[in-house]
Nanobody
Framework: QVQLVESGGGSVQAGGSLRLSCVASGYTYSMGWFRQAPGKEREGVAA???????SYADSVKGRFTISKDNAKNTLFLQMNSLKPEDTAMYYC?????????????????????WGKGTLVTISS
């Protein structure tokens, strides 16, 4: 059993930046960041495959960067040029297999472990 703990959320103005972190209690394979805004379905934001491949939602390309510190079992999401529409609860998730990052992002593959989320609020 792997536990995921997110941190780094907060309230910032549009145009600002935040860096989310997700610490895993054990080894993980493909991982991703997902978000869910009030009244909306959960969506994939960014994904990182075991081979280092990355995928991003069109809405965040060029603004968000996913990365991982393998030595610390920590996944990051650097978010720049934030917009009010980025407001959501952000979740970290991990799979038990090495899926392609596109499949993780799209939700086509099961993510075994999920964190409890960290809230990001962007004001205009």
């Amino acid at each position: 059993q792997v536990q995921l703990v997110e941190s780094g959320g907060g309230s910032v103005q549009a145009g600002g930046s935040l860096r989310l972190s997700c610490v895993a209690s054990g080894y993980t394979y493909s991982m991703g960041w997902f978000r869910q805004a009030p009244g909306k379905e959960r969506e994939g934001v960014a994904a990182l495959a075991s081979d280092g491949g990355t995928s991003y939602a069109d809405s965040v390309k060029g603004r968000f960067t996913i990365s991982k510190d393998n030595a610390k079992n920590t996944l990051f999401l650097q978010m720049n040029s934030l917009k009010p529409e980025d407001t959501a609860m952000y979740y970290c998730a991990a799979a038990v297999l090495g899926y392609h990052s596109d499949d993780v992002l799209s939700g086509r593959v099961p993510m075994r472990y999920w964190g409890k989320g960290t809230l990001v609020t962007i004001s205009s």
